[in-house]
T-cell receptor, first 111, second 113 residues
Framework: QQPVQSPQAVILREGEDAVINCSSSKALYSVHWYRQKHGEAPVFLMILLKGGEQKGHDKISASFNEKKQQSSLYLTASQLSYSGTYFCGTEDSGGYQKVTFGTGTKLQVIP | DAGVTQSPTHLIKTRGQQVTLRCSPKSGHDTVSWYQQALGQGPQFIFQYYEEEERQRGNFPDRFSGHQFPNYSSELNVNALLLGDSALYLC????????????FGPGTRLTVT
């Protein structure tokens, strides 16, 4: 089942903060976060593993609540370059990188 | 360091035809995954190849098949094309030992008329 993201869309002014949520109905091994700009491939931002290990982008942070099967991506002091569609991707078992992408959140940062 | 490359960039085919898409993984990567992304949707996992074998498969019919070569490059074949197969096809590569980040290629835009 596809993870559900919220909000579906958000408009921010430069410098504002945003939180994007991702919720799954399955127990998760990991959560990936990607940003995709129009007409381009998804770009990896962050991965959160079961057990708390975290890697990724140093200007964007994320959390992973294994018990609730939820993850949140935190964008602080947004920049124009943050605009794009954000996808979470989930794995329900480790070792295979079979990623199920979420419904997507369209984020627009305006001056 | 070359990233993931895909060819062709764009392709137009007629319903019922067959198509082959190609992917070269990032240097040093041994695993290739294929995704289909319809307009306005997130990518959907088709299958993954490792050591020249299909290791994982998503909910796609047998019309979708693939291959991985000894140099780790991969092909995606789609037979009996349907209008609904029109999409962006993305290839992602990774290193199985790292089991973490996937790097996506620019994609092949397939239009079926």
């Amino acid at each position: 089942q596809q993870p559900v993201q919220s909000p579906q869309a958000v408009i921010l002014r430069e410098g504002e903060d945003a939180v994007i949520n991702c919720s799954s109905s399955k127990a998760l091994y990991s959560v990936h976060w990607y940003r995709q700009k129009h007409g381009e491939a998804p770009v990896f931002l962050m991965i959160l593993l079961k057990g708390g290990e975290q890697k990724g982008h140093d200007k964007i942070s994320a959390s992973f609540n294994e018990k609730k099967q939820q993850s949140s991506l935190y964008l602080t002091a947004s920049q124009l370059s943050y605009s794009g569609t954000y996808f979470c991707g989930t794995e329900d078992s480790g070792g295979y990188q079979k990623v199920t992408f979420g419904t997507g959140t369209k984020l627009q940062v305006i001056p | 360091d070359a990233g993931v490359t895909q060819s062709p960039t764009h392709l137009i085919k007629t319903r019922g035809q067959q198509v082959t898409l190609r992917c070269s993984p990032k240097s040093g990567h041994d695993t290739v995954s294929w995704y289909q992304q319809a307009l306005g949707q997130g990518p959907q996992f088709i299958f993954q190849y490792y050591e020249e074998e299909e290791r994982q498969r998503g909910n796609f019919p047998d019309r979708f098949s693939g291959h991985q070569f000894p140099n780790y490059s991969s092909e995606l074949n789609v037979n009996a094309l349907l209008l609904g197969d029109s999409a962006l096809y993305l290839c992602a590569s990774s290193l199985v030992l790292e089991n973490l980040q996937q790097y996506f290629g620019p994609g092949t835009r397939l239009t079926v008329t």
